[in-house]
């Protein structure tokens, strides 16, 4: 049965939640209005993504209010957000159901550079039952390891979600960290497990970066089914998990039956 997932590319200014809730609403609205039944915001989308202690300390919250936009459209929205518990802070990703209930709330478990002193890493992973498939839930830094990615889909996610924000500056496009790049992540991510990849990546800049954008759905080919520039945006695809091409692919491409575990 298809499934139309949404993208939802937002520029977030950190610590104006009001408005940057405000644009992501205009956002989920657009969403719905062409069909989606899942729309996915970017990592910290809610607060802005802070480069400091100090700063993630102010915004951190719950993101009830995303609920409430979800239970105003009637759609599965993903949101990145700041999880304040205890002392620790968390790079956290929320979903919410149709009816606005939190249906599961995912803690980044892999911390790149930096972030190892703002935020406590999560311990575990998230892979929850939806209307609209099993969703893996991820953050960012996780989609660069595939064998992270490839424990959600076996242990039965039917979809992978990464929020992100992939950052780069001039010396880092250089060497080839660029919208293309990020892209291909999603491809590859997608075509090595036979699921769908719905990544939504922050725009905009801060902290001295830029964020890259090119936020992709990738069908379990390996295929873009929709995807955007560096600007805000949403991108729409309809996701077929079960018609005649994808049972015909999944015939051939038997890639995790394939696997040889005692080599490595």
């Known amino acids: 049965m298809p499934v139309a997932v949404a993208c939802a590319q937002v520029a977030p200014v950190l610590g104006a939640v009001p408005s940057n809730q405000a644009r992501s609403a205009a956002q989920a609205r657009s969403a719905a209005a062409a069909g989606a039944s899942l729309v996915v915001f970017p990592e910290c989308a809610v607060t802005g993504y802070p480069f400091s202690r100090e700063d993630a300390s102010a915004v951190a919250g719950p993101a009830d209010a995303v609920g409430s936009l979800a239970a105003s459209l009637g759609v599965h929205i993903a949101a990145g957000h700041i999880e304040a518990a205890g002392p620790d802070l968390y790079d956290a990703l929320s979903l919410f159901g149709p009816d606005g209930a939190r249906l599961a709330t995912y803690r980044k478990a892999h911390l790149f550079s930096t972030e190892r002193t703002v935020y406590a890493a999560g311990s575990s992973p998230v892979v929850v039952d939806t209307a609209v498939g099993r969703l893996g839930l991820t953050v960012c830094y996780d989609l660069i390891f595939p064998e992270y990615v490839r424990a959600l889909v076996d242990a039965g996610a039917s979809m992978i979600v990464n929020a992100t924000n992939w950052i780069t500056d001039p010396w880092q496009a250089g060497m080839g960290w660029d919208g293309s790049m990020v892209r291909s992540l999603a491809r590859v ?60 692919w999944s015939e051939l491409a038997t890639y995790r039956a394939d696997r040889r575990p005692d080599l490595y």
């Open 189 to 248: 991510r997608a075509l090595e497990n036979g699921v769908p990849v719905v990544m939504s990546c922050l725009a905009g800049s801060g902290g001295g970066f830029t964020s890259i954008g090119h936020s992709t759905i990738a069908g379990p080919s390996g295929r873009v089914l929709a995807t955007l520039d560096a600007a805000e945006g949403v991108a729409v695809a309809e996701v077929v998990t079960d018609d005649a091409d994808a049972r015909r």
